[in-house]
């Protein structure tokens, strides 16, 4: 199967998302390319490889040895997998161990995992030495399409989801799609959840092609290429028009404020929730907060949480195991989402299918009542 490339192009740095097959194992040859274009040289460099346990099992061992081939020294990096390694506690691992193997600024930083890895890792590489380069190359769907385009980094506090962060892009995205025969069944529904959001932002013809050819996605053949190739060049455009998240790029947090609140009030259990299940929980709620609003019929919120459901993703909040907190304190996480300005709740709404918009001074008390009325529906 052939290679696909999506270039991210910024005012002061451009790069290639490489997506296909195989890539693991030509890993050396593409790093190279993309540091040349930076005239840096990858026989002069030393690579610290972020990774997290399933990841390591599987894949490391293969990653490692394409280096040791072109005698590319290497400094491998292991962290818990899931979501509660976002923290302050194993970013000070990962920068300890950094240091420790005297890796200098001009080294480089592989994040070889998923969306936690690629968060952390970013993170680190962007404050270590006040920037060291960096290279992800994402493990899982939501990854691929989602948060390794872009260039957000960042950790969770207990106050909320993403809270830390910096915005530092990186020098190359290399997404081996043959990691995904890997993944398991529930990490891949996460990541089409982000799938489905692109459509539901602006491109109702993505989601009505999703809702025809959503099951597909799921076997791996060319259509799963496509898909993501189309979801990588809709965030790559979208970023390349509002690198800071000034404005239109904070469309892409459709279903985001709900689900951030969610994964916080679980205390990032990923037994309980995982963030695409959040987000696709979090979409349905949007919708049903605009319905609600008199923006939107009843009806395109019936049609796109038909559609979650349809490839098993959670919808509702009586899909989460275990007891949510009460309204008011899900307000309080509201209350710290990034995009709150001068204490004014900031939604992405939608006023029909593929018309979401970026909904200011939102009322906090009709969202109370809102979550009021969510949370009495599994009392």
């Known amino acids: 199967m052939q290679t696909k490339t999506v270039t991210v192009k910024l005012d002061k740095h451009c790069y290639n998302i490489i997506i296909g097959p195989g890539l693991i194992t030509q890993a050396a040859s593409q790093i190279k390319q993309s540091l040349n274009h930076n005239h840096q040289n990858l026989h002069q460099t030393r690579l610290a490889i972020i990774t997290d346990t399933n990841v390591a099992s599987l894949h490391l061992e293969i990653l490692q040895e394409e280096f040791k081939k072109n005698k590319i020294h290497t400094v491998p990096i292991i962290v818990e997998a899931g979501e509660k390694s976002k923290s302050f506690s194993t970013l000070k691992i990962v920068i300890d161990k950094i240091l420790a193997a005297r890796l200098e600024r001009g080294d480089s930083v592989i994040t070889f995992g998923g969306g936690v890895i690629g968060d952390l890792g970013g993170f680190a590489a962007s404050i270590i030495r006040r920037g060291m380069n960096f290279i992800q190359m994402p493990t899982t769907l939501l990854a691929q399409i989602d948060s390794s385009v872009g260039g957000k980094t960042g950790i969770n506090s207990r106050y909320g989801k993403n809270l830390i962060g910096t915005f530092y892009q990186p020098q190359c995205v290399i997404a081996d799609t043959c990691t995904l025969d890997t993944l398991p069944l529930r990490q891949f529904r996460a990541g089409y959840a982000e799938m489905v959001k692109y459509g539901l932002i602006n491109q109702p013809d993505f989601f009505e092609w999703l809702e025809k050819n959503g099951q597909r996605i799921f076997s791996n053949g060319p259509i799963?290429?496509?898909?993501?190739?189309?979801?990588?060049?809709?965030?790559?455009?979208?970023?390349?028009?509002?690198?800071?998240?000034?404005?239109?790029?904070?469309?892409?947090?459709?279903?985001?404020?709900?689900?951030?609140?969610?994964?916080?009030?679980?205390?990032?259990?990923?037994?309980?929730?995982?963030?695409?299940?959040?987000?696709?929980?979090?979409?349905?709620?949007?919708?049903?907060?605009s319905a609600q609003l008199n923006l939107i019929s009843p009806t395109l919120t019936h049609r796109m949480e038909t559609h979650l459901k349809a490839v098993g993703l959670p919808t509702q909040l009586q899909d989460i195991p275990g007891k949510i907190p009460n309204a008011e304190t899900l307000m309080t996480l509201i209350s710290q989402d990034k995009k709150v300005s001068q204490n004014n709740l900031t939604f992405i709404l939608t006023r029909g299918l593929g018309q979401s918009f970026i909904a200011k001074n939102v009322s906090p008390e009709a969202v109370l009542t809102f979550l009021e009325q969510k949370l009495a529906e599994i009392r």
Not at 226 to 254: H, P
Not at 280 to 287: E, K, N, R, Y
Request: proline share 0%; aromatic share 8%; hydrophobic share 40%.
């Open 224 to 289: 799963r290429t496509d898909a993501i190739v189309r979801s990588c060049q809709f965030k790559a455009d979208i970023v390349a028009r509002d690198e800071y998240e000034t404005g239109e790029r904070a469309l892409l947090n459709l279903g985001h404020t709900f689900g951030h609140m969610l994964e916080t009030a679980t205390d990032y259990d990923s037994n309980r929730l995982i963030h695409g299940e959040a987000v696709a929980i979090g979409m349905v709620l949007a919708h049903q907060f």
